[in-house]
């Protein structure tokens, strides 16, 4: 991270969290201006690279374009045909609950803690008697997981340059009313949808299912129910185009400044999540293993195939592992 020219940027850009400034301790002071000159100065030996992109707080937005935009010391402005910045807002905690003074600021790993233990709890008290008798041991695991998630769904469905509270429950609290569950609320989903796939594959095991015929004999024309279409037209066909526009810089106040909206990846996942739950929670799709039924549950299996791994490739985007039961 350059340091801005002259000590720190103003603080008048950099909102102050609730409970005072953001802990010192995992911040570096910033030194002098000769940073400005030492970061053009690298950049100059890597002629190579055409486009650059520079990921910084917000309060080095500035200081990286003055590094961007000054000379070496032969006089050479950067080679790179394509300079911008991404400035990224602060990620503020509450600190309820949390065992130190209001004025002290919780790390990363505290929270990334927090948040473990408040899924577990949460996934304990659900699913802990059904875990138990199926002798489920990996509850760490997916709490971890459930956690991440959430985190990552919080902090990337706002802007990225706009600064984002994160509410932290009491560590031994599963009261999660303060907390953004979109995270948790699609990974849920994808779980149904893979605990789903996993019985029509048993019941295909043991005999009970015919084996799936190829693609082209699949007759989609028997998913005649509106939610079918919804989630073909609304979100499998439309996910490439999301992804392009996901993907693309956005300019803000200036030509080198940009932002880019992942979060339209985070909303997609969200809603894609609503519209399956609403579609599960109302049709069965593993039916009798009826002769004149098993066109119709070929179909429909294939269209949940389809959604999962639309699901799983959005998931992979925000770098999150998905879970496969719960």
């Known amino acids: 991270t350059p340091t801005p020219p002259g000590g720190p ?43 650059v992109v520079h990921v910084v707080g917000q309060r080095w937005s500035y200081a990286v374009q003055q590094a961007v935009a000054t000379p070496d010391a032969g006089g050479v402005k950067s080679p790179h045909d394509q300079c911008r910045v991404v400035a990224v807002g602060g990620v503020y905690c509450n600190g309820m609950g949390v065992s130190k003074n209001a004025d002290q600021i919780t790390s990363l790993s505290e929270v990334v803690s927090i948040r473990t233990r408040q899924m577990h709890s949460v996934y304990s008290l659900r699913y802990g008697r059904t875990a138990a008798a199926k002798g489920v041991t990996d509850d760490q695991d997916v709490a971890r997981k459930m ?51 996993s019985q029509y594959q048993r019941h295909v095991e043991r005999g009970e299912y015919p084996p799936p015929p190829p693609m082209e004999d699949v007759d989609f024309s028997l998913l005649s129910d509106m939610e079918e279409w ?60 009826e002769p004149h039924l098993m066109p119709l549950i070929h179909a429909r299996v294939l269209l949940m195939k389809t959604v999962q791994q639309v699901m799983k490739n959005g998931l992979a985007l925000l770098a999150i592992d998905p879970i496969d039961h719960l």
């Open 147 to 197: 956690a991440e998630a959430v985190m990552k769904f919080e902090m990337l469905s706002a802007d990225l340059n706009c600064p984002v509270k994160m509410e932290l429950p009491l560590s031994s609290s599963t009261d999660d009313s303060g907390t953004r569950l979109d995270g948790s609320f699609v990974m849920y989903n994808y779980a149904r949808m893979a605990t789903l796939l």
């Open 230 to 289: 919804n989630l073909l037209w609304g979100y499998v066909l439309p996910y490439p185009m999301m992804v392009g526009e996901a993907a693309t810089f956005r300019p803000t106040h200036s030509n080198m400044n940009v932002t880019v909206p992942l979060k339209k990846v985070c909303l997609f996942l969200t809603r894609l999540s609503h519209a399956f739950s609403s579609y599960y929670s109302r049709v069965k799709i593993l039916l009798a293993p």
């Open 9 to 51: 940027v103003a603080s008048e850009d950099t909102p102050t969290p609730p409970g005072g400034p953001v802990a010192s301790e995992d911040t570096p002071t910033p030194p002098g201006g000769s940073e400005a000159l030492e970061v053009a100065s690298v950049m100059s030996s890597h002629s190579s690279i055409s486009d």
